[in-house]
């Protein structure tokens, strides 16, 4: 019966590796940006290449190295990219304490992530230039985490985060969240009086981290295809810092809120229940469901009343607008209320530990800003939503630390899981079983409609190979 119980511990990686043979069985390659890449050397040294593309058109030569020679070999390309869809879960769980729970906590964050949108420049150009520095950001930060907690960590795996560093950091959203990651621990580090577990380790992940982004801060390439880019978009040129800040506000709107995606959804509702059980004040409760309010309020308003439409436009391809608007403003007070929502139930549900709240605000404020600063760039109009993919994940990795952070309050004395106030050792069994049996019927809720949602994309992204 252990034996049994321990294996079904795996149960969710084994499902996760399954759907992702299917995913990898059906993908069509060789469509889209794949054929450039393929052909991108074949007059050419690999160098020379590299060097041209610096200087005219992206930072990402270190990406783009693994990709004109991964490409060459579409099965290898298809082991490589299933191994690692197969391995997020357990980088995921991992990170977030392990256990049956969380096991298929991860997986269902893996399985709930638009992976379709990996497809949309060519499932090999997209998967290796952005799921894979994807992967590579939560191996990296799992490597820190146990640095940080002086966690043993195997040769192999040290080792492998050098290179996995390299082309996590050659994207720059994901080199700009390492840094972040970086100085956090560090900062954590210096708390505690104590070093990393490896600290050339440590060191090497920094100095890769710097380097990676002084070479894309000094690359030429990025002034050159956003210059490339307005010349497809000459509207581009008339915008000035206001009207670029707000396109990127507005796109993330667009993404998140107009079109009430489904990871946001589950991630606001997840957060909600998480305060309600923490706290079970209604008042805070329904401070933290703004979010869910307003998704489920303008989808709602622009269905049934189409007469309004013209004060919730989507802002999906305009190109203009007029600031006197009611409907340029209305998704701005959107997404204002529901980031000031957002920072509030992260407050009631990480509040009780600074550096801990501090630490998941920077990071979700970098996932934002990573999307926002897309604004700045004339090719937001046509790099589509696969640019979101590392807010994306800090979403998802926010909602779990949420969960298993809430998940060790219930162990603690009834007191502390009901107001964060110590409690007599005497009660503790009681209450504490009162609350865990409370939270049970809104679990198995929470817990159906991640299921259903989670089967509804994997069915959508199976179709839509």
């Not at 499932?123 to 940080?148: M, Q, S």
């Not at 507005?250 to 998140?256: K, T």
């Not at 019927?441 to 989670?454: G, K, Q, R």
């Amino acid at each position: 019966m252990r034996k049994s119980s321990r294996y079904a511990a795996y149960l969710p990686f084994v499902l996760v590796a399954v759907i992702g043979l299917v995913y990898h069985v059906g993908m069509k390659p060789m469509a889209g940006d794949d054929i450039f890449f393929r052909d991108a050397t074949k007059d050419t040294t690999l160098w020379a290449y590299l060097t041209q593309r610096y200087l005219t058109w992206t930072s990402r030569v270190v990406s783009e190295c693994v990709l004109v020679n991964v490409i060459q070999c579409p099965l290898l390309w298809r082991i490589i990219d299933f191994l690692l869809f197969a391995t997020l879960p357990l980088l995921l769980s991992g990170l977030f304490g392990g256990g049956k729970m969380m096991n298929w906590c991860a997986a269902a964050a893996v399985l709930i992530f638009p992976f379709h949108d990996m497809g949309t420049a060519g499932w090999i150009t997209t998967t290796v230039t952005h799921f894979w520095p994807f992967w590579g950001f939560f191996y990296v930060a799992w490597v820190i985490r146990k640095l940080a907690l002086a966690e043993k960590i195997h040769p192999a795996a040290a080792v492998s985060a050098v290179p996995v560093a390299v082309v996590t950091g050659s994207h720059e959203q994901y080199a700009v969240i390492m840094t972040l990651l970086l100085v956090l621990s560090g900062v954590y580090l210096w708390k505690a009086h104590r070093r990393p577990g490896n600290a050339m380790l440590f060191w090497t992940l920094a100095v890769i981290d710097v380097v990676s982004l002084l070479v894309i801060a000094l690359c030429p390439g990025n002034a050159g295809r956003n210059a490339v880019s307005i010349a497809d978009l000459p509207v581009y040129a008339t915008f000035g810092f206001g009207q670029k800040l707000y396109l990127g506000l507005l796109s993330i709107e667009r993404v998140f809120i107009a079109n009430a995606d489904i990871v946001f959804f589950l991630v606001v509702l997840i957060w909600t229940w998480l305060v309600w059980e923490k706290t079970k004040d209604y008042r805070r409760t329904f401070l933290s469901a703004l979010p869910l309010l307003i998704l489920f309020g303008q989808t709602v308003l622009r269905t049934a009343y189409p007469g309004l439409s013209g004060l919730f436009v989507m802002p999906g391809e305009i190109l203009e607008w007029s600031w006197s608007d009611l409907s340029t403003w209305i998704p701005m007070v959107y997404l204002a209320v529901t980031v000031a929502a957002m920072i509030y139930a992260l407050y009631q549900l990480f509040g009780d530990d600074l550096f801990a709240f501090i630490s998941v605000l920077l990071l979700v404020g970098c996932g934002f800003g990573a999307g926002m600063v897309l604004g700045f760039m004339a090719t937001i109009y046509v790099s589509g939503e696969r640019v979101y993919a590392p807010l994306y994940g800090i979403l998802l990795a926010v909602t779990l630390s949420g969960i298993c952070r809430q998940r060790s309050v219930w162990k603690e004395p009834a007191a502390v899981a009901v107001s964060g106030r110590k409690a007599e050792p005497a009660a503790d069994a009681g209450v504490t079983a009162a609350v865990s049996k409370a939270a049970v019927p809104s679990a198995v809720f929470l817990t159906a409609l991640t299921v259903v949602c989670c089967a509804v994309n994997v069915l959508f992204i199976v179709l839509s190979l």
